[in-house]
Each structure stands twice: as C-alpha cells, then as structure tokens.
C-alpha cells in the first residue's frame, strides 16, 4: 500500500521553464511534507517542506503547494535550470521529520 | 557545521556474513533514522533512534538491527546477510522538536552483497 505516490517517473522541461512535480497521498494522518532532491549514489538533499496548516510555502526558485482536500502537493521551480535535473522525492510524515514516507520519485530533466 | 556522515561509504560483503554500518548526525541532532533505497522498492524508513532507545521501526526483518550511543551517533547492523540487502542505506538526523520539519541525509553507504 503506498502511501506516498509520484504517478510521473521522468518531466522534462526546457531551461528557464517552469517545472511542476507532482505528489498524492493517501493517509489522511500526514501533517507535514519535504521535497529532496538526489543524485546517484548520494544521499537526498532538503530543498523544502510544508505543514498541513499552510497551503503554499516559498523558498527563493521553489514554492511547494499543498491541497489537503485532494491530498495532493506540488513543488514549482522556476525558472528551472540545468543544475536542477536530478531525482526529486517528496515524503511525508506525522508530527515530525524522524519518520519519512517517501514517494517514488521523478526524474527531472532540465534541457539547455 | 559538519553533515551527518557515514561509514564506510562503499561495502562489499558475502551472504551470509554480517556488516555494521555507523551514522554520525550534525551536532545537537539526537534524533537519528536508517532507510533503505533499492531500484525495486525505492526509499523505506528502517528504524529511528532517539536517546539510546528505538522509537519507531520500519516493515524488516529482525535481521536488520541498531543501536544508539551516547554521544548520537548510530550504527546499524544486518546479520545473516542475503543478495536482497544489497542497497543504499541512508541515515538521516533531526532537531526532533516542535515545529522541526527537516531532515537531513548522509551520503550513503553503499552494501554489495555477493
């Protein structure tokens, strides 16, 4: 049972776009949600996170959007560039980061 | 400030055999979490400590184990090992208090099991 789905494997978007990913859960139990970002044979790097108190959080290029009727978050960089093209997970967990659930993953691809 | 770190960062073992892998989280971080990332599963949560005690466990075998030290940092240990634990394992540190929303990885170790 996954709790934490990223339906979309690979994005690829041109350089100076907008880049949308998309994240669904399911348990209703979740209150707070992180996006990392990863490369190959590393470990993921915090990019930002939400409470399920607030519907928007922003962070320089990133903005993470939450819908908690539709269970559903989002994380918009723009503009994307290509440095961004990496593994991207959201997680999500209750009360604290000790626990993470995590998506997934997409594979983003920012072309020059 | 120094990340969290983890040794080894490449391990190749038999099956059969056991390995220990150590986790060192940033400073003041007392709480620590072990994960798993395999291509087939992705990322799943192994155990958490927090104070020398296991406060949250993940869906593994007993074969999977750890333990916390004074000082915070972690080991975790798999014994009777099988080709299936062949895989990233990433351990992360937290503040663990109200409002800490963030977690931060090490860079990995990763097992070979031959």
């Known amino acids: 049972d996954q709790q934490v789905k990223q339906n979309s494997p690979s994005l690829s978007v041109q350089e100076g776009r907008i880049s949308i990913l998309n994240c669904d859960y399911t348990n209703s139990m979740f209150d707070y949600f992180l996006w990392y970002k990863k490369y190959p044979a590393e470990g993921p790097t915090f990019l930002i996170s939400?409470?399920?108190?607030?519907d928007k959080n922003e962070d320089g290029r990133f903005t993470v959007f939450l819908n908690k009727s539709a269970k559903h978050l989002s994380l918009h960089i723009v503009p994307s560039q290509p440095g961004d093209s990496a593994v991207y997970f959201c997680a999500a967990s209750r009360g604290s980061a000790r626990q993470l659930t995590f998506g997934s993953g997409t594979q983003l691809t920012v072309l020059p | 400030k120094a990340g969290v770190t983890q040794t080894p960062r490449y391990l190749i073992k038999t099956r059969g055999q056991q390995v220990t892998l150590s986790c060192s989280p940033i400073?003041?971080?007392?709480?620590v979490s072990w994960y798993q990332q395999t291509p087939g599963q992705g990322l799943q949560f192994l155990f958490e400590?927090?104070?020398?005690?296991?406060?949250n466990k993940g869906n593994f075998p007993g074969r999977f184990s750890g333990r916390q030290f004074s000082n915070s940092r972690s080991e975790m240990n798999v014994s009777t090992l099988e080709l299936g634990d062949s895989a990233l394992y990433l351990c992360?540190?937290?503040?663990?208090?109200?409002?800490?929303?963030?977690?931060?990885f090490g860079q990995g170790t990763r097992l070979t099991v031959v």
């Open positions: 400590y927090f104070s020398e005690t296991q406060r």
């Open positions: 400073s003041g971080h007392r709480s």
């Open positions: 992360a540190s937290s503040l663990d208090i109200a409002g800490d929303t963030e977690a931060f």
């Open positions: 939400i409470s399920s108190i607030k």
